[in-house]
């Protein structure tokens, strides 16, 4: 009986230590800083956050953060465990164990754990970023978050060349993280592209900061049609510091016959560039 109880309590406890690999933005609050970060894996118990500056151990810390499937706003309390430093085998952050939340704030996170698990389980292997929807434009900033894992960008057009078609397929099998553009109007699009697109590069601000080299797809939404204009990119560089979460990127694929394409479609809001 004795023995039975134990594996039980092990399976229990396996259970509850299950770790998704889920990239989320949090907001982590210690004294009168608030200090934007994300996440690098949460738990039942806990969760790992990303940063290049770990969080001191032993401290107590609010963390608010809006749950991704249910949209729910949760303000949790937490105390750092461990911390890693830059220049190791593992990214740098802190780990932080949840401590000192009443029942309801409890059920809510075990919920959303339970239910992430479910939705995507392929967060126990690799993962799974929030998909920042990000606006350009008067209303800039606004976002409205969904889940994607690892979302692999479109083919290559089949007017591309030999060579930019290598390049571009070669990216096919690494972007992790799919941002979705959206303007006020056609002029903001337009002023977009003429000041930072048509130079090959662009600066994003998203809550999910990729290393450099990191690879990722552009979806831009034109404002009149909705329809949309897939572009490859990489990063090349971010702004440091826990208050920024902008990004530079070049483009992979922004040869002359996409940049044609995509005038056309910034002029007409119809994409003539094959996503098959």
Known sequence: MGAA???TTRSADARRDKRLRLRMP????RGIERLAMHTG????RGLFLRTETPLPSKDIVRIEIILP??????????????????????PSGS???????????RAVWEDFIREAERCYPQALEKEVFLVPTVRIGATAGHTCPTLCANASPSPAPRALPPAAARAHAA?????????????????????VYSSEMARGTMSVTSPVILDVGAKLSLCLVHPSTRDTFVIHAQ???????????TMSIEFLDLNDTRRAQLEGFIRDGVSTASTR
């Open 235 to 245: 990063v090349c560089s971010h702004a440091h510091g826990q208050a920024s979460r």
């Open 41 to 44: 894996d949460v738990s039942v």
């Open 69 to 90: 499937i249910s949209g729910t706003k949760l303000a949790l309390r937490a105390a750092v465990v461990h911390s890693i430093v830059a220049g190791g085998a593992h």
């Open 26 to 29: 949090v907001v982590v609050l």
């Open 95 to 105: 780990g932080l164990e949840l401590y000192g939340n009443g029942e309801v704030e």
């Open 5 to 7: 109880l134990a594996v």
């Open 171 to 191: 990216c096919r099998f690494e972007a992790v993280l799919s941002l979705k553009a959206y303007f006020d109007d056609v002029q903001a699009l337009g002023a």
